[in-house]
């Protein structure tokens, strides 16, 4: 089908987004170029991106905090240089030295320094997978239950777990999935009932449906609930952990320990793709029982363990979780500000660097992303929740970036709130 790029787009961003549309992404490309954002990244550097076109842009998206530490970090950079000259992706049948040092710095770092199994996957969607595998050995059961607005990833179970409709797309939804409201134990609690639940998967806060925040209590009666129905709790903190609410884990800031915890995105440092099942004993009886019943050619590739390690150590340095305390604080009092001179800003949700922005209008979240786009700033919509908008700075970003973000925020605000108020947004 014939594709057209938007009038005076450069040649070479126009002939990228041509392939791109014929070969990778047909309905993505449209979509973008629909929603006003046409979007193809060159040059990237700390939390600035560059369009293939020369404009630049604030990283307030950071792909789900995979650039949690920037754009090529320096030193993420030279730890995966000095790994080429020793190392490649390796054999992952046999023990490795790089592989090993990382699962004992996870190990280590977990939450209470209780999870002291690992799993290395090539991706977060595969870790999902294994830790719903690891729960179902452990426990003898099939049934998963998740939040109906959590996103787990898009392969086999992951899919199938939380919001379907992608596994529905490729007939692989499953009846051993359900859903239930977030923050609501009465819910869960009839959907444990029947000890017949393997894994309660938690997104710790739901990235996807807009970085909803638990009320008191909501996690840790979740835990009693789990440990009285034999149930294995997995708080997903792909999006949430290595540091984005101020400690390393979500999930432990709410005083919880979970059987398993999977983590992924910036544990890469952005540069060489690994993500992380952590287990407690309890949960990790098959890798005594068959070593090969999970294995990955790509799971844990050396290279990715060595920068891995760096990004862990970076992440989880006091100077860093004291940096996103501190950034935290600064765009709250900016947010508050702006709320009273805009009350199209109807909610802030804030833990740490972990916000979304939630809009006076059905479409707001959608709005502001194209409206920030032409400000220069690139944030990401909430998938599940057109109204609301994630904004997600990254762990290092110092006051004068907090400050240059939240001018170019109210020049978008402002924009947004003229275009709802004379009702332009489509309907
Ligand atoms: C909360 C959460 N879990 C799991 C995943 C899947 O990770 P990946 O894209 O690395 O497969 C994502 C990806 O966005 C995520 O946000």
Known sequence: MGYEPPPGTGAIKAATLRRSHRYLMPHRVESFDRMGVSFVIDRREGYRLWDLDGRELLDLHLNG?????????PALVAALIEGLERYDIGNHHFPSEPRSLLAEALADASPAGALRKVVLCPSGSEAIDVAIRSARHATGRRRVVAYDGAFHGRSGLSGAAGDDRAARLFHSESSDFAVVPFDDLDAAEAALAGNDVAAFLCEVLPATAGFLM??????TGLRELCDRHGTMLVADEVQTGLGRTGGLWAIEGFGVVPDILVTGKG???GLYPVAAVLLQERAAGWMHEDG??????????ELGAVVARRALELSADPATLANVTAVSEAYGRGFADLQRGYPFLAEVRRRGVVMALRFDHPWGGITMARHLFEAGVWAMFCGFDLSALQWKPGL????????????????????ASDEVAAGRTPA
């Open 214 to 219: 638990p009320s008191d209590g909501y996690l």
């Open 396 to 415: 290092l970003v110092d006051e004068a970036f907090v400050a240059e973000s939240l001018e170019r925020f109210e020049r978008a605000l402002a924009a």
């Open 292 to 301: 090969w019943a999970y294995v990955s050619t790509f799971g844990g590739s």
């Open 267 to 269: 544990l890469s440092g």
């Open 65 to 73: 905090g995979t650039f949690n530490l920037g754009h090529r970090h």
